[in-house]
């Protein structure tokens, strides 16, 4: 499976879809949808609504999240936005803040 990496330092600004994984590193405004896993590593800001088949997060999301499988938020990790997902772990030294709705 082909990954899609958005590198630190690059800021997009728009609509991101893909059928494959993706990796943020960087700044994503607007909307973001994968078919598979997204991960956005310490450091990376998204300020969109993010849709996904999985979301880890370690660094900052400001969205609403829609994940099929789950939602890992990973210590460090800051989510601000209501989630849809069937799973949701949040680990120690994380924060969140908004609703979980797990009827998905």
Do not use: H, P, W, Y
């Not at 799973?87 to 609703?99: E, L, M, P, V, W």
């Amino acid at each position: 499976m082909a990954q899609t990496i958005i590198g630190q330092g690059l800021t997009i600004e728009g609509e991101i879809t893909s059928d494959d994984e993706v990796t943020v590193a960087g700044t994503v405004r607007g909307r973001l949808v994968s078919e598979g896993a997204v991960a956005v590593d310490a450091g990376a800001v998204i300020e969109a609504d993010v849709r996904a088949g999985a979301l880890s997060v370690a660094g900052s999301v400001t969205g609403n999240v829609t994940a099929t499988d789950r939602v890992d938020l990973l210590a460090g990790g800051r989510l601000v936005g209501d989630v849809r997902t069937a799973r949701i772990t949040i680990q120690d030294g994380a924060s969140f803040k908004g609703n979980v709705d797990m009827d998905v």
